[in-house]
């Protein structure tokens, strides 16, 4: 893991007066992004996570061994390729790996890493350039703007590291 996503992230400046986001078809191809978008959401509503698993590592995402996507999760359409999930880690319900952010004068792309046996929590939203490292938590409805160090539970929005209760 590395310092701050921002030093991980590939700044890509964009022309003309409008936003980044006018831009998106000469960053990726729109029948790429059709294709991508089709099968995500074929993902999103099947409940046979072998599928999902197969259907991913054809967009290009590298799924490891007995990885689990919770319905309604959803990979990064445009670049799903820059996707890691190791084995036995789970995206959970309606949780969000995003690969790039459009901004106004430019757009930004970076790896999304989630380690061995990660769990990202309901309605999660992981930003490019985080790693989530082995063993660690992601509580429901929390935004990662940072990596995760292993074995560490965040929570909140932003997600910061959570105590835990011992008892």
Excluded at 83 to 94: E, H, L, M, N
Excluded at 125 to 137: F, K, M, S, T
Aim: proline share 8%; charged share 20%.
């Amino acid at each position: 893991m590395t310092g701050p996503r921002h030093d991980d992230l590939d700044r890509h400046p964009t022309p003309g007066p409008r936003n980044s986001l006018f831009s998106w078809p000469a960053a990726k191809h729109p029948l790429r992004v059709m294709v991508n978008y089709a099968v995500i959401l074929v993902c999103r509503i099947s409940p046979s996570l072998r599928l999902k698993n197969w259907l991913l590592r054809r967009l290009g995402v590298t799924v490891g061994t007995g990885v689990a996507w919770g319905l309604e999760s959803t990979p990064d359409v445009f670049w799903p390729e820059l996707i890691t999930v190791r084995d036995d880690a789970i995206v959970g319900y309606d949780a969000t790996l995003l690969c790039h952010e459009f901004l106004q004068d430019e757009y930004r792309t970076g790896e999304v890493v989630v380690g061995e046996r990660a769990m990202i929590g309901a309605g999660a939203i992981v930003l490019p350039g985080v790693e989530i490292g082995a063993d660690a938590q992601v509580a429901a409805n929390s935004l990662v703007t940072e990596d995760v160090p292993p074995e560490t539970t965040v929570a909140g929005v932003p997600a910061t590291p959570v105590e835990s209760g011992g008892r």
